[in-house]
Antibody, heavy 113, light 107 residues
Framework: QVQVVESGGGLVKPGGSLRLSCAASGFTFGDYYMKWIRQAPGKGLEWVAHISSSGRTIYYADSVKGRFTISRDNAKNSLYLQMNSLRVEDTAVYYC??????WGQGTLVTVSS | EIVLTQSPDFQSVTPKEKVTITCRASQSIGSDLHWYQQKPDQSPKLLIRYASQSISGVPSRFNGSGSGTEFTLSINSLEAEDAAAYYCHQTSNLPHTFGQGTKLEIK
């Protein structure tokens, strides 16, 4: 049974940092490219970052480039998102997604003073 | 960046009606287009992959078609539980963009 579980969200002040984690099971994690998708309250879905199956190829949305870092540990079946210099507009539910197919339940990040 | 434009943004329909949602891409994406249903406080659920491929466990009233730049999601004989937001998503070119969403209300 496929499971994707995000953790690490919470309340942080503008300019602060958070590290999101995603634990995957039930599929061969190392065979899948992974991505982070976010959804601001009441809004649509926004692609944030992408990492290839090997971890060698990485892309970011312009809105987070230079502030967020995506990484993975295939030995631990885990995906990460280091978020620095957080802004109010980064407030969203963050989803960990395997290709297009497997989604987690999301973790809420709230950036507010 | 490939822009996906869905229409309509909102539709109010009665049970047993047929609904069609369109997703247009700003350039050809082959069949690399997927459809999701999202209910409040839930993560998106995959309904259709690669434009027309069905997903195990998804009711047969959900059907997808199209290729290139124009795609449709059809819901036959709508049920009350189909009230949700629907999104298209392309994985042809990075960044993997989404349509803006279509909110379906059941009268």
């Amino acid at each position: 049974q496929v499971q994707v579980v995000e953790s690490g969200g919470g309340l942080v002040k503008p300019g602060g940092s958070l590290r999101l984690s995603c634990a995957a099971s039930g599929f061969t994690f190392g065979d899948y490219y992974m991505k982070w998708i976010r959804q601001a309250p009441g809004k649509g879905l926004e692609w944030v970052a992408h990492i290839s199956s090997s971890g060698r190829t990485i892309y970011y949305a312009d809105s987070v480039k230079g502030r967020f870092t995506i990484s993975r540990d295939n030995a631990k079946n885990s995906l990460y998102l280091q978020m620095n210099s957080l802004r109010v507009e980064d407030t969203a539910v963050y989803y960990c997604v395997a290709t297009y197919a497997y989604w987690g339940q999301g973790t809420l990040v709230t950036v507010s003073s | 960046e490939i822009v996906l434009t869905q229409s309509p943004d909102f539709q109010s329909v009665t049970p047993k009606e047929k609904v069609t949602i369109t997703c247009r891409a700003s350039q050809s994406i082959g069949s690399d287009l997927h459809w999701y249903q999202q209910k409040p406080d839930q993560s998106p659920k995959l309904l259709i992959r690669y434009a027309s491929q069905s997903i195990s466990g998804v009711p047969s009233r959900f059907n997808g078609s199209g290729s290139g730049t124009e795609f449709t999601l059809s819901i036959n004989s709508l049920e009350a539980e189909d009230a949700a937001a629907y999104y298209c998503h392309q994985t042809s070119n990075l960044p993997h963009t989404f349509g803006q969403g279509t909110k379906l209300e059941i009268k």
